[in-house]
């Protein structure tokens, strides 16, 4: 398989991510229209079937920008004739070539996700805090993975619609 078809197959995969984590966004939107779920005490009498679906979205959204860093961004530059090979060489271009806005918004989403994923911090209301600002940075998550495919289709004839 050559360059183009892995990430003609990597975008399959990508929008498969990018669609669940769309459904998870209208159910959590759907919460907050009755709650503000980002209160603790309303988040603490939560159905676990409800935080199932506030975890589901850190999940997909963790696998969108670790799955754009790691199988997306440097195969996307090399096909685009930039070649590069450290990660921070990678987003400088992905960011000069206006996939990403910007390496410290880039770097803030993937910080605040870790403190979610790994650092659990003791402080509910913090918690809820970095949850709000994941659920808020969709439509930026959503503008790197259509800037992704646009700059693809520059360099890709039929990538994926």
Not at 29 to 43: M, S, T
């Amino acid at each position: 398989m050559n360059k183009k078809e892995i990430i003609k197959k990597r975008f399959e995969k990508l929008e498969k991510h990018y669609i669940a984590l769309k459904e998870y966004k209208i159910l959590i939107d759907a919460l907050l229209q009755d709650d503000n779920i980002y209160e603790p005490f309303i988040f603490n009498t939560l159905k676990s079937e409800k935080k199932a679906i506030l975890d589901a979205y850190l999940k997909r959204f963790s696998s969108i920008q670790d799955f754009m860093e790691a199988k997306i961004f440097a195969l996307l530059l090399e096909v685009a004739g930039i070649n590069s090979h450290k990660m921070s060489e990678i987003l400088y271009y992905i960011e000069k070539e206006q996939i990403i806005d910007s390496l410290e918004n880039w770097i803030e989403l993937r910080e605040v996700r870790n403190d979610l994923e790994h650092d659990y911090p003791e402080d509910l209301q913090e918690a809820l805090n970095n949850l709000k600002f994941c659920v808020d940075s969709f439509y930026k998550i959503e503008g790197y993975y259509f800037n992704a495919l646009n700059f693809s289709k520059s360099y890709i004839d039929e990538i994926v619609k």
